[in-house]
């Protein structure tokens, strides 16, 4: 049976940037806050036409074009995002659609940040139950500005829109995903959250004047989340496939917030390790954040064949999914494009 492995990437960044100034004001801080707080000076915005859909189906297209696959060729079509375009039908319906992937499966994944990771680790075992010969589109996507209170300081600042995605298909022997794993803590689930909107509290003139259909943080929460657990999750997926730390070149996590990165990376133990970030340039992109980075990275000619490459999310639920993968595909130098096709 085959391996699975990642085949190519691609990314989709939409064209208006929104710098610090622009979200300084409502938010009551300044724009060095922002920079001293986060790491992010700018972000990207969807256009008022574009849904989730729009942008997960142009990462799907690049990613397909690079690894020369024909959507036809796709057996499954899995859209990791909280921001989905419906409560339903399931996004990836509509991106099987756009993309032209005919019969595909194609379901979405909520598992908020932490959402591509998970997506991932279920689309290989689909292909690797099916017998390994077949192809997956796996995307992440979110477009938070849409659920944004832009007085709110712990959210208005964070989030940027986007879309990554990945190909997955048979890859040579050595090669491919190589271990996983995911946790959630359900009893923390209240530290991020869009309270109204769902079967719980239907959305209602009422919930609309308090704001509850808007993202909602416990950025203290949260942070204490990452701290605790993602260390042991890391150690843990490491110890568990035999890898000594020294051996990850590349580690890829959700780029939640640059500050808080630079926090943590110390004690995950990768020192020799290349951390990739574009947190400054796009914001926390949700579910997206992880593929868009890794994008950049390999198109940049940072990731080679043999590499090792640690991806990690972590966000609402709480959940956290950490994987390891053999890079097997060519290195590549290729600029990342956005939307109008400029080179980022």
């Not at 359900?186 to 509850?212: F, K, N």
């Not at 950025?219 to 605790?228: A, I, K, Y």
């Not at 990165?261 to 947190?279: E, K, M, N, Q, R």
Request: hydrophobic share 40%; aromatic share 6%.
């Amino acid at each position: 049976m085959a391996q699975i492995g990642i085949l190519s990437t691609g990314s989709y960044l939409p064209d208006r940037v929104v710098g610090n100034d622009e979200i300084a004001g409502p938010a009551g801080v300044s724009a060095d806050w922002i920079v001293r707080k986060t790491g992010i000076v700018e972000r990207r915005r969807a256009a008022a036409h574009e849904a989730s859909s729009d942008l997960a189906a142009a990462a799907a297209r690049r990613a397909l074009d690079q690894a020369g696959l024909s959507p036809e060729q796709l057996d499954y079509v899995v859209v990791a995002t909280s921001t989905p375009d419906h409560p339903q039908p399931a996004t990836a319906s509509i991106v099987q659609h756009l993309i032209g992937a005919e019969g595909a499966g194609a379901f979405d994944m909520n598992a908020v940040c932490s959402g591509f990771v998970y997506a991932l680790m279920v689309t290989e075992r689909l292909l690797r139950g099916d017998g390994g010969g077949g192809y997956g589109v796996v995307v992440g996507v979110d477009i938070y500005s849409r659920i944004l209170d832009y007085s709110d300081r712990r959210t208005a600042i964070l989030f940027g829109d986007g879309a990554g995605a990945v190909v997955l298909g048979p890859s040579p022997s050595g090669g491919g995903l190589a271990d996983a794993l995911m946790m959630s803590r359900g009893d923390m689930h209240g530290l991020i959250r869009v309270p109204a909107g769902g079967s719980r509290m239907p959305a209602t003139e009422h919930t609309l004047e308090e704001g509850q259909h808007f993202f909602k943080m416990d950025g203290r929460g949260v942070r204490e989340f990452v701290h605790d657990t993602l260390p042991a999750t890391v150690a843990q997926l490491l110890r568990r496939g035999g890898v000594p730390p020294e051996e990850v070149r590349h580690f890829v996590p959700h780029q939640a917030n640059g500050a808080m990165l630079a926090d943590i990376v110390p004690s995950l133990g990768l020192t020799t390790a290349h951390t990739h970030l574009t947190v400054e340039r796009y914001g926390n992109t949700g579910a997206a954040s992880i593929p868009i980075t890794l994008d950049a990275a390999y198109r940049r000619g940072a990731i080679g064949p043999g590499d090792l490459v640690l991806l990690a999310g972590f966000g609402g639920g709480m959940a956290l999914g950490a994987s390891l993968v053999r890079w097997t595909s060519p290195r590549l130098t290729v600029p990342v494009q956005t939307a109008a096709g400029a080179a980022v």
